[in-house]
């Protein structure tokens, strides 16, 4: 069963830009770390880290269809920071794998405990539906 | 046979003869992969040998021979393991040639119920199947090095659980070989249920099911529920051509076009299971596997025999406890004995934990809900079916069933 996990940041980056050198480390350290123990486990599908939301642009189609984008917005309460999929064999390792996440490190290396959502990934279809 | 499927087919003989001898899974595979490769340069520039299997496991014990003495030169002075050396490689011809039974001890240990399904599977298809690592992954749709992780662990569990290289005894052979039959039936079904992409069937892993429960049914030709899983996954993949449509769509069993339907898979299918299901002990998957042929040999949706099916799930519903075939058993009754009748079949199983919220319960109730024609409450439980179900071909089913609904009901408006 594949799932992703979405880890939100409260503010924009959390105040990352302004965390000390060694707590910023730590953090970084801790991501690679879990990575890296996804791909050991056989788990591991997919991560990706995002942009600030300084970098984000809303896009609508236009009348014509040409993008029209807009611009940053510092009111937004929640920002999606990064992405794992993971390929699990039950819903509660990926619950697990989500909270351990979600534990990052963040200033003073105490834990962010970031709000992470876990979906399930849509799949083919049941074989006794066939 | 093409050289390429004669090679798949002898991987488990070398590789259980090498794992026999040397008791080192991850060395013994390496050896059969360098021997392999050893085949695929020399058999087409000095045509293949007269004994292709003995070839390629003489190749392959010279390899690991050579890699454990490189090994042990790095560690002249470990004695012991010098002398562990001198035990382990005898003349490659004093040795039993590599047999069936070496194929069957490999696959009992793949599919041992120490490892989790999806190391099982994938080491089976590794192993038996001799599919690369590349395209297991491929099949799963995860990165190679993620199958690779999975496949060593599955490797390491296996040494550290100390599962012996040798039969298991026949008081244990039946539970082992119920673990084996239900890999299969996963990679079976693999082939079925997961996406990729717009495509809805990956052909590739319901194929490698099949040639795999044959091989398997090859050895123990006179296991009934090995003969069962075998015509189950022919009777299902006959209609694999009928299941979607021009846009990848899902086409439910009673709408398929059944001129697509593979006539001789049916028949190989068919034949499996009146030659076995004379023969007594009659277990769960030629259960299924009779349903499925009922299903198969109705011309017509409405010339389908549901006492039959009743009947048969009936049975089945005595040998298992899967709410799975309490659902089926529910639509069977409905069919002989009307709606009312199925949707009575599924009032207790509302407070079933192992179907609580489960969509499938909600999608059985609205196809009755429909038959009885609650038109209405139909719409409820598809649309509540659609939420729930994390299949991307049945919620669009789902959906459009409720829509269809809707187009026929009267707005109130």
């Known amino acids: 069963m594949k799932y992703i996990l979405m880890m939100n940041t409260m503010k924009a980056g959390q105040g990352m830009p302004n965390w000390p050198q060694q707590d910023l480390q730590a953090h970084i350290a801790f991501m690679m770390r879990l990575n890296q123990d996804l791909s050991a486990s056989g788990e591991f599908v997919a991560a990706e880290g995002l942009s600030f939301p300084d970098q984000a642009r809303l896009v609508r189609a236009g009348r014509d269809g040409t993008p029209i984008t807009d611009g940053v917005f510092p009111e937004g309460k929640e920002f999606l920071a990064g992405y794992w999929i993971v390929d699990v064999d039950s819903p509660e390792r990926a619950y697990a794998i989500a909270a351990r996440a979600s534990a990052a490190p963040g200033p003073g290396g105490n834990p962010l405990n970031m709000p992470i959502e876990v979906r399930p990934i849509m799949c083919g279809p049941p074989p006794d539906m066939l | ?413």
Request: glycine fraction near 4%.
């Open chain 2, 1 to 413: 046979m093409p050289p390429d499927h004669l090679l798949r087919a002898l991987t488990p003989q070398v590789l259980g003869a090498l794992i026999r001898r040397f008791r080192d899974f991850a060395a013994a595979e390496d050896a059969v992969q360098e021997a392999l490769l050893a085949a695929a340069v020399q058999w087409p520039r000095d045509g293949a040998p007269d004994n292709p299997c003995a070839w390629l496991t003489q190749v392959a014990v010279r390899r690991l021979t050579d890699h454990v003495r490189s090994e042990s030169a790095r560690r002249r002075r470990e004695s012991e393991f010098t002398l562990e050396l001198n035990q382990l490689s005898p003349g490659v011809d004093t040795e039993a040639p590599p047999g069936e039974d070496d194929t069957l001890i490999l696959l009992f240990m793949c599919c041992h119920p120490a490892l989790t399904q999806s190391s099982a599977i994938a080491l089976t298809l590794r192993a038996i199947g001799g599919l690369t690592t590349a395209e297991i992954a491929s099949a799963f749709l995860v990165p190679e090095a993620t199958m690779a992780q999975r496949i060593s662990r599955a490797k390491q569990s296996i040494k550290s659980s100390g599962v012996p290289f040798r039969l298991p005894d026949a008081g244990e052979r039946a539970h082992r070989l119920q673990a084996v039959l239900h890999v299969l039936y996963l990679i079976f079904n693999e082939g079925y249920t997961t996406s990729a992409g717009p495509r809805l069937q990956r052909l590739e892993l319901s194929t490698e099911a099949i040639r795999l429960a044959r091989c398997v049914h090859n050895l123990l030709p006179n296991n009934t529920e090995v003969a069962g899983l075998l015509a189950l996954m022919l009777l299902t993949d006959a209609r694999r051509a009928a299941r979607t449509g021009p846009d990848g769509e899902l086409i439910p069993l009673t709408k398929q076009d059944r001129a697509l339907w593979d006539r001789a898979e049916i028949s190989e299918g068919v034949a499996l299971l009146s030659d076995t299901l004379p023969r007594g002990s009659i277990g769960p998957y030629q259960l299924q596997a009779a349903i499925a042929a009922v299903h198969d040999e109705a011309a017509r949706v409405e010339d389908t025999d549901w006492p039959q099916i009743l009947a048969l799930y009936d049975l089945l519903k005595r040998m298992s406890d899967n709410p799975m075939v309490i659902l089926n058993h529910a639509i069977a009754a409905a069919m002989v004995h009307g709606p009312s009748k199925g949707l009575a079949l599924l009032a207790p199983l509302d407070d079933d934990p192992r179907l609580a919220g489960h969509h499938r319960l909600d999608a059985v109730r609205a196809h009755l809900l429909e038959m009885a024609g609650d038109r209405q409450a139909a719409i409820t439980h598809y649309r509540i079916a659609a939420t729930r179900t994390i299949s991307l071909p049945e919620r669009n089913y789902l959906v459009a069933q409720a829509a269809r609904l809707s187009a026929l009901t009267p707005s109130p408006h």
